[in-house]
């Protein structure tokens, strides 16, 4: 400590202690006593006051450079209840609830306070025009799945497809069809699709049991391709056709660290597998970048959410009339629900309810899926209403 840093502290000593040691002094005039008493008591005093004056510094210093934190200021995101081709009509036909299942890493058991918000780097003007892609991005990625695959970079020559609506990267060996599409998307189309084996491709795969065999089977033959730390097995799907048969699809995702880390790979990092009538026809990468996220949003409860879908703040793809007027809930997920057409993605509980229409299948009922926003209704620019965002 610098003297002048002591005289400084000295000087911001309360008062009362100074005068408590001169008075302690005054109290003890010299006496007899061997000098080393009084010089041990005169010590104490000093390293009293020198501790003092430490502490007193080191406060003020602290004080200085303790700095308040800023709230995070979240924004409002905006919502969108339109989907563009895909999963349009939104009503499910099962045989029994039970036959609803997927391989998300949450469920109502997990309890989770926050997840974030990303905004979508791909915009849709009014025209449909596409802009926010990247054609380094999306060679990058091509290439990673050529490597995956062991492809000799002579192999194959990309060829760049790109119009105002759409862009994509795609090449053709003997064996494969690889495309990369500007979502960041990709597909495989596998020329000469392999076989499973006899144990398996004689398998109806109308069952989770099958399907999870299958999946079983495909993680081990292909983990280069499927390249993950932690490989999890997601069988999603369960509903009849019209035939009465039921439709699955595989899919892998990687464990995150977290759980939060594993519900994001899930909803925005898979790789599904396509098998059709016993051998492997095609494979699909979802890839949605992290890099734009606007923030970590609170969540609400599986309870409030609830509320809001029974005060009819829901979204659905199908005639809100359909609704039964005492509708039940037979399962619920937390997920994102992403559209290329999205500002945000932004995550929602998924309501399964059961709806006033006669089933198809025989012995099957109809469910509609109802989309809840996740995220506390400050942070949300227009609320939905009986299924829609519009004032009507």
């Not at 008591?41 to 003092?52: E, G, K, Q, W």
């Not at 996220?293 to 029974?310: F, H, N, Q, T």
């Not at 012995?363 to 299924?387: D, F, H, K, Q």
Request: glycine share 4%; net charge negative.
């Amino acid at each position: 400590m610098k003297k002048e840093d002591l005289m400084d502290a000295l000087g911001s000593i309360d008062e009362k202690y100074l005068i408590e040691a001169d008075a302690y002094r005054n109290t003890h005039p010299f006496s007899k006593k061997p000098i080393l008493t009084t010089w041990l008591t005169s010590a104490i005093i000093c390293m009293l006051l020198l501790c003092i004056s430490i502490y007193v510094l080191s406060f003020n210093t602290r004080q200085q450079g303790q700095h308040v934190a800023e709230p995070v200021i979240l924004p409002q995101v905006t919502l969108n209840d339109e989907t563009l081709g895909g999963f349009g009509y939104q009503v499910l036909e099962y045989q029994s609830p039970f036959d609803i299942v997927n391989g998300n890493p949450w469920d109502e058991t997990v309890s989770i306070s926050s997840l974030p918000v990303f905004r979508n780097q791909i915009s849709y003007n009014e025209q449909h025009m596409v802009s926010g892609y990247s054609l380094d991005d999306m060679k990058e990625k091509f290439y990673d799945i050529a490597d995956r695959l062991n492809l000799p970079s002579g192999s194959f020559q990309i060829q760049i497809d790109r119009t105002p609506y759409s862009a994509v990267i795609q090449a053709e060996t003997d064996d494969y069809q690889i495309a990369v599409y500007e979502n960041m998307d990709a597909k495989i189309i596998l020329n000469a699709p392999p076989a499973l084996p006899e144990s398996l491709r004689s398998l109806s795969l109308n069952s989770y049991e099958e399907n999870m065999a299958v999946a079983e089977y495909l993680l081990s033959t292909h983990a280069d391709l499927i390249d993950m730390q932690d490989p999890q097995i997601a069988v999603s799907g369960g509903y009849c056709r019209s035939d009465g048969t039921k439709q699955y699809w595989i899919s892998f995702f990687d464990k995150g660290k977290t759980i939060k880390e594993s519900m994001l790979n899930y909803n925005f990092h898979t790789i599904d597998f396509y098998v059709i009538d016993g051998q492997l026809k095609h494979i699909t990468f979802h890839h949605s970048s992290f890099s734009s996220e606007v923030g970590d949003y609170p969540i609400i409860s599986v309870d409030e959410a609830e509320k809001l879908l029974r005060n009819g703040n829901y979204i659905a793809f199908f005639p809100p009339q359909l609704i039964k007027e005492n509708f039940s809930i037979v399962k619920c997920d937390l997920i994102y629900r992403m559209e290329v057409i999205d500002t945000y993605f932004v995550p929602y509980y998924c309501f399964y309810i059961e709806l006033d229409q006669e089933a198809h299948a025989a012995g099957a009922t109809s469910y509609g899926l109802c989309y809840v926003p996740a995220i506390s209704s400050e942070y949300i620019e227009t609320m939905p209403v009986n299924g829609s965002l519009s004032e009507e």
